[in-house]
């Protein structure tokens, strides 16, 4: 279910008209309309508002040919039919934003973060989406409307557009500070920005923007006062049954986030499929993947790997690795005891080659070769959707690395350090330095469990662990190739990747069924 859009859809019904039932009884909006002009007139001649801020405020009524138009102050009328977004019930007015309102932008201030960084945290500091910091001292102390000014958020909407502040609080230049003769209706024009289609009101596109002037010349729908209590009060039934469910729906997403976890969890340690004691031990395919390195090296296809490591078990039952002459004690490495028929192993020995991409800087261009970099695969898989393109002409020259094949992982070295993607499809493209290269020696070792295996707490844990460097980490291709891989028998690895999968499936569809 996508609250969002229920939310959306609901507001729009209440703006409308179409939420709460109307009752013939209730005081017409134009009443409460005509009772604001006064309560403006009066705050006039007590000196709380100038005649600035009322010079423009105009008066919308339906004619006799049934048309909208509006009256300005100098005594000219002009139809507005073309501007009225949508028809209302009888007993609702329309009004422009400015005429039913009290902009107080003047009284905000802002204050920079260095400024609000040794300071007492006692009152709210808010900007153009909500509360942002506390600061030691308020401007306001007094329930407010703020509307985002300025920011991503008038486009994205991933938040409320309009919301309110109460209590002592502090608001800077990125929210609009909005007041009215009548607090009551502040909340139903809450609802309606939040609810209207604001494209029109909002300019740039760099830096979204919704100037005073645009804001004011918004055109509300206003009900009769009883009716807007009344929608307040069925809005805040519906959005606690909307929260109840997105909470659900949040905890039923962890526990399938949990549920896959601990699935490779089971599968990286021998525990998702029962053991097979007829299937060639991993021993054997190790060997077989040695010699046929040994072989490549022969054919000048690979260079020796001066640091190529045997890890085995002693009669004491401890781990040790050999290393050219050196043979060390690896218990402290080994994370858990895997099944019988089960090695572990380094990257580096299962996979040729370990590399990563090109170091020069990009040069993009319309066409040409496909150039992948970690912001590729930051969901576990390639987004074929979204690529950057290198000239033909500069490949050879300055991108010439080993060209990444079916089944070959991709693993992000920063950015969303640990994330794997598997190429699945045929086609020439480079890759970045943010990104690594993995590729199984002659298929020994099934990519699809190295890449479920790489998705691992035990795994992901291993690489932030191994994470260097200052502002944005890497995780060095030597971290990479020294990782620790429980190897099982290659029947084996197929059934667990089967398994996982099958398993992932049913829970996907738990995940499809909420949304």
């Not at 920005?193 to 604001?198: E, F, P, V």
């Not at 072989?295 to 260079?303: D, H, N, P, R, V």
């Not at 050879?396 to 640990?418: C, F, H, Q, W």
Request: hydrophobic share 35%.
């Amino acid at each position: 279910m996508d609250t969002k859009a229920l939310r959306q859809k609901i507001l729009d019904l209440a703006i409308r008209g179409k939420l709460v039932p109307q009752d013939p009884n209730d005081e017409p909006a134009e009443v409460l309309l005509e009772r604001i002009r006064e309560q403006k007139q009066q705050m006039l001649k007590e000196g709380k508002l100038k005649k600035k801020d009322i010079k423009n405020d105009t008066i919308i009524f339906k004619g006799e040919d049934n048309l909208h138009y509006e009256k300005f102050q100098d005594g000219t009328v002009k139809c507005i039919e073309d501007e009225i977004p949508f028809e209302v019930p009888e007993g609702w007015a329309w009004a422009r934003f400015l005429a039913i309102t009290i902009n107080r932008d003047s009284e905000r201030k802002p204050i920079s973060a260095s400024q609000r960084t040794d300071v007492e945290k006692i009152y709210d500091y808010y900007g153009a989406s909500g509360k942002i910091d506390k600061i030691d001292k308020y401007i306001f102390d007094e329930k407010l409307l703020l509307i985002g000014e300025d920011g991503a958020n008038l486009v994205t909407r991933s938040k409320p557009i309009a919301f309110f502040a109460e209590g002592k609080y502090w608001v800077n230049n990125h929210a609009h500070c909005i007041d009215s003769p009548d607090k009551s209706i502040l909340q139903f024009i809450c609802f309606f920005i939040n609810a209207i289609n604001l494209e029109k009101y909002v300019t740039g596109s760099a830096q979204p923007k919704m100037t005073q002037d645009n804001m004011n010349s918004i055109l509300v729908a206003l009900p009769p006062y009883k009716e807007q209590q009344l929608i307040s009060q069925q809005l805040d039934i519906i959005w606690a049954s909307i929260d109840k469910i997105e909470f659900e729906k949040e905890n039923v997403l962890k526990l399938v986030d949990n549920a896959k976890s601990k699935i490779l969890d089971l599968a990286i340690r021998g525990k998702l499929v029962s053991q097979d004691s007829n299937n060639e031990p991993a021993s054997v395919l190790l060997e077989r993947i040695r010699a046929e390195k040994e072989e490549l090296i022969k054919q000048g296809k690979i260079k020796r790997d001066k640091k190529e490591s045997v890890i085995f078990k002693g009669d004491d039952n401890s781990y040790y690795e050999r290393v050219g002459d050196i043979i060390s004690n690896i218990d402290d490495e080994i994370p858990f005891e895997v099944p019988q028929n089960w090695e572990w192993s380094r990257l580096q020995t299962i996979c040729y080659p370990i590399t990563d991409g090109t170091h020069k800087t990009p040069t993009y261009s319309d066409s040409g070769y496909i150039f992948l970099s970690a912001k590729n695969i930051t969901t576990g898989k390639i987004n074929w959707n979204d690529i950057m393109y290198i000239p033909k002409s500069l490949h050879d020259e300055l991108y010439s690395r080993v060209s990444p094949k079916m089944n070959d992982i991709l693993l992000a070295k920063n950015g969303t350090t640990g994330v794997a993607a598997i190429v699945d499809r045929e086609c020439e493209f480079d890759i970045y330095v943010t990104l690594a290269l993995l590729r199984v020696i002659n298929n020994n070792i099934s990519s699809q469990y190295l890449l479920k295996i790489i998705a691992s707490n035990t795994i992901q844990d291993y690489f932030k662990s191994s994470l260097k460097g200052i502002g944005v980490p890497n995780l060095h291709l030597e971290h990479i190739r020294t990782t620790l891989i429980p190897i099982p028998p290659i029947n084996e690895q197929n059934k667990i990747v089967e398994k996982i999968y099958q398993y992932y499936s049913l829970l996907d569809s738990i995940v499809q069924n909420i949304e």
